[in-house]
Nanobody, 122 residues
Framework: QVQLVESGGGLVQVGDSLRLSCAAS????????MTWFRQAPGKEREFVAT????????DYADSVKGRFTISRDDAKKTVYLQMNSLKPEDTAVYYC???????????????WGQGTQVTVSS
C-alpha cells in the first residue's frame, strides 16, 4: 500500500509559478514511476508529466512542455512538479500517482493522492 499526499496548490495570477509536492509513504519509493495528472471541471483526467524510476527519464504533455518540470528526490520519497508561466487553462485539480511500470494512461495507476487545487486567474 502506498499513500500519497500532495501539497503546494493555490490561487495564482497568469504567468506566476507554483511548485507542487507529493510525499509518499512507501519504503520502496525509488522503484515507482511517478506521474502527475490533472482534471478540470467537466473534463476527463489528463496526463501532465511522468518520471521513471532508476534513471529518472521524463515525459510531458505537449500542453506543458517547456513550462513544467517534474523531478524526484528518492531520499525524501517526494516527487515535485515545478509549474512556470501558468495559464488559465492550467486550472485543475492536480493528482500524483504511483505505479511500478506505470504509463501515461491514468488507468495504469493503483495509487493516488487526494489532489491539490491549482487556480490560475487572469
Amino acid at each position: 500500500q502506498v499513500q500519497l499526499v500532495e501539497s503546494g496548490g493555490g490561487l495564482v495570477q497568469v504567468g506566476d509559478s507554483l511548485r507542487l509536492s507529493c510525499a509518499a509513504s512507501t519504503r520502496t519509493f525509488s522503484r515507482y514511476t511517478m506521474t502527475w495528472f490533472r482534471q478540470a471541471p467537466g473534463k476527463e483526467r489528463e496526463f501532465v508529466a511522468t518520471i521513471s524510476w532508476s534513471v529518472g527519464s521524463t515525459d510531458y504533455a505537449d500542453s506543458v512542455k517547456g513550462r513544467f518540470t517534474i523531478s524526484r528526490d528518492d531520499a525524501k520519497k517526494t516527487v515535485y512538479l515545478q509549474m512556470n508561466s501558468l495559464k488559465p487553462e492550467d486550472t485543475a485539480v492536480y493528482y500524483c500517482a504511483a505505479a511500478i511500470g506505470g504509463t501515461t494512461y491514468w488507468g495504469s495507476y493503483a495509487y493516488w493522492g487526494q489532489g491539490t487545487q491549482v487556480t490560475v486567474s487572469s
